[in-house]
T-cell receptor, first 113, second 116 residues
Framework: NAGVTQTPKFRVLKTGQSMTLLCAQD?????MYWYRQDPGMGLRLIHYSVGEGTTAKGEVPDGYNVSRLKKQNFLLGLESAAPSQTSVYFCASGHRVSGTEAFFGQGTRLTVV | GESVGLHLPTLSVQEGDNSIINCAYS??????FIWYKQESGKGPQFIID???NMDKRQGQRVTVLLNKTVKHLSLQIAATQPGDSAVYFCAENPRTTGDSNYQLIWGAGTKLIIKP
């Protein structure tokens, strides 16, 4: 029972490079989310999806893009990485519109130098 | 803007004692209040939630209390164990119209330390 799987777990990027973070869930959840977590702060929502083929902006969407071509996958892209995007990124999925009872991945620690 | 805050960033509790973690919120229209636990190096894990039409909800060793009069939320953990060491986050669903229904507002977290 894998739950929510994020790849990669760690990555170091140079300023201006691009990358894609992959999130996969095997629970048939409709809702998927990408958050970032910075030291001493709560999670902030970047983008989310309410179903296959749909995406929407969260609280801090600038500099990121997402796609949900398949229900089980939610991709987060950084087109031109900046040091301000150094953070821990969490993907989550859930079956409740309220956002409760969400399942989180283990996180991706991204450093942009 | 709306925010969810915590009274204490760190809480130290003796093993076996009860723990109480507090949270203040500002949006009186919020529909759901949720507690998540995050152990070191892991993603958050759902603990318990409460709807705005309730005052109290109990789970296994945990109780959440909601005081809408003073916009206060608390998580009580009974007989605290070493495995309870983690950062605890409260989050609220502000229940605004449109897409914002899906956006939780998270507090900064309280670190719970268990003393042997």
């Amino acid at each position: 029972n894998a739950g929510v799987t994020q790849t990669p777990k760690f990555r170091v990027l140079k300023t201006g490079q691009s990358m894609t973070l992959l999130c996969a869930q095997d629970m048939n959840h409709e809702y998927m989310y990408w958050y970032r977590q910075d030291p001493g702060m709560g999670l902030r929502l970047i983008h989310y999806s309410v179903g296959e083929g749909t995406t929407a902006k969260g609280e801090v969407p600038d500099g990121y893009n997402v796609s949900r071509l398949k229900k089980q996958n939610f991709l987060l892209g950084l087109e031109s990485a900046a040091p301000s995007q150094t953070s821990v990124y969490f993907c989550a999925s859930g079956h409740r519109v309220s956002g409760t009872e969400a399942f989180f991945g283990q996180g991706t620690r991204l450093t942009v130098v | 803007g709306e925010s969810v805050g915590l009274h204490l960033p760190t809480l130290s509790v003796q093993e076996g004692d009860n723990s109480i973690i507090n949270c203040a919120y500002s949006n009186s229209a919020s529909d759901y209040f949720i507690w998540y636990k995050q152990e070191s190096g892991k993603g958050p894990q759902f603990i318990i939630d409460i709807r705005s039409n309730m005052d109290k909800r109990q789970g296994q060793r945990v109780t959440v209390l909601l005081n809408k009069t003073v916009k206060h939320l608390s998580l009580q953990i009974a007989a605290t164990q070493p495995g309870d060491s983690a950062v605890y986050f409260c989050a609220e669903n502000p229940r605004t119209t449109g897409d914002s229904n899906y956006q939780l507002i998270w507090g900064a977290g309280t670190k719970l330390i268990i003393k042997p």
